[in-house]
Each structure stands twice: as C-alpha cells, then as structure tokens.
C-alpha cells in the first residue's frame, strides 16, 4: 500500500457523534486525498491537501472537514455523523500533476 | 469536473475467455486516463494510465486500454482471463492533473 496507513480500520458508531479517521503516509507525498466508496458511485473525492495546512474541497464534502498540519498525516472529521456518511473511505497520495495516486487500505465506517 | 461513464456494472465471464471494460468520459479537452484494479476487501491499485503519446497503453499483467479522443473513451481489454483476474475495476480522469473522477466501477467475475 505504498506506504500509508488508515487507523481506524473498522468503526461503528452512533448519528450525532464526532469521528475522526487518519492517514498516515512515510512517502513524503505532497498531495493526499481523502475518498468515499459506496456502491454505484465508484470513489468521490471529499478534500484533498495540496500541502501542510492547504486543503481543498472535492465534490461531496458536505458534512466533512480537514486537517493537515504534519506532510505525512491528513485528518478527516465528521463533526455529526450521519446515517448518510455510512461508507467506506480511502486515503489517497500522490506526487501531483498527472501523477499515480496511491490508496490506503480503508475504514469501513457504520453510522447507526 | 469530469463525467465517467462505464458502461456495464457486472461483467460475468470464463476463465481463458477475453474481456472488454467500457469506459467513457465527458470531454474531449486533454485529460489524463487511468484503470484501477480493486481486490476484495483491498484498496485500488493503479492497472495502467495514459498520459501521452501512444494511444494503446499495456499493464504487465496483459491487460491492455486504447485512448480513442473522437470518441471519449478509454476501453480496457484482456484477451485471455484468470480466476485471479477477478475484481471490481474503476476507470478514472483527470483534466486538472491531479484531482481524479472516478467511474461507477465494473465488476468482473471469472468462472471456471
């Protein structure tokens, strides 16, 4: 996996609560990219970072925020968690233009 | 951002049989093309990508994938398949180089 580590792997909690989910890369990326899976949809990129504390939003970042204050770790918050962000997500690197994005192995996260 | 179309959600096929996975996209600007090939219970893992020059782009494992521009389209091809070759596959763009749209994915299953 290219070097990145997801924590946690697995979480089921409550509509309400906050979650934080990390990525954690030992490849000195520049960008790393946070991604929702769910059937039918493929991935859908929620934000990315493009540098420490430089992020952007993707096209489904509703719900979402960021954070990025170490080159190898990139935070994904729900402040609320809905039922709706019950998903898979995946962290993603990448050296930049036109360059391969790497993915982590991914946490599988149920809101109840 | 980009629209990507693949067009047949369940490829059932047998084992020594070729396969073709349909992928179109929404502009005919330059864009950069990828297949990524997901294991179960993994994360994706890039299969090949074209960015330039040769038109017909090969992965080390036989897969191969033609950019055709009059058409969008970025077709992935095998003409011989094994079990292992078993996965979900998601065809992805990029026109600003380093932000992906991914595809619904195209689950292929190979029979005995």
């Known amino acids: 996996d290219a070097g990145i580590t997801q924590s946690p792997r697995h979480k089921v909690t409550e509509t309400g609560t906050p979650v934080t989910l990390r990525c954690h890369q030992t490849?000195?990326?520049?960008?790393m990219y946070w991604y929702r899976q769910d059937p039918g949809h493929g991935l859908r990129l929620i934000h990315y970072s493009y540098g420490v504390k430089d992020t952007d939003k993707g096209e489904v970042s509703d719900g979402y925020s960021v954070s990025r204050s170490k080159t190898e770790d990139f935070l994904l918050t729900l402040e609320s968690a809905t039922s709706s962000q019950t998903s898979v997500y995946f962290c993603?690197?990448?050296?930049?233009?036109?360059?391969?994005?790497?993915f982590g192995p991914g946490t599988r996260l149920t809101v109840l | 951002a980009q629209s990507v179309t693949q067009l047949d959600s369940q490829v059932p096929v047998f084992e020594e049989a070729p396969v073709e996975l349909r992928c179109n996209y929404s502009s005919s600007v330059s864009v950069y093309l990828f297949w990524y090939v997901q294991y179960p219970n993994q994360g994706l893992q890039l299969l090949l990508k074209y960015l330039s020059g040769s038109t017909l782009v090969e992965s080390i494992n036989g897969f191969e994938a033609e950019f055709n521009k009059s058409q969008t389209s970025f077709h992935l091809r095998k003409p011989s398949v094994h079990i292992s070759d078993t996965a979900e596959y998601f065809c992805a763009v990029s026109d600003e180089g380093y932000k992906l749209s991914f595809g619904a994915g195209t689950t292929v299953t190979v029979r005995a």
């Open positions: 993603a690197i990448g050296g930049g233009f036109a360059d391969t994005q790497y």
């Open positions: 490849e000195n990326h520049r960008y």
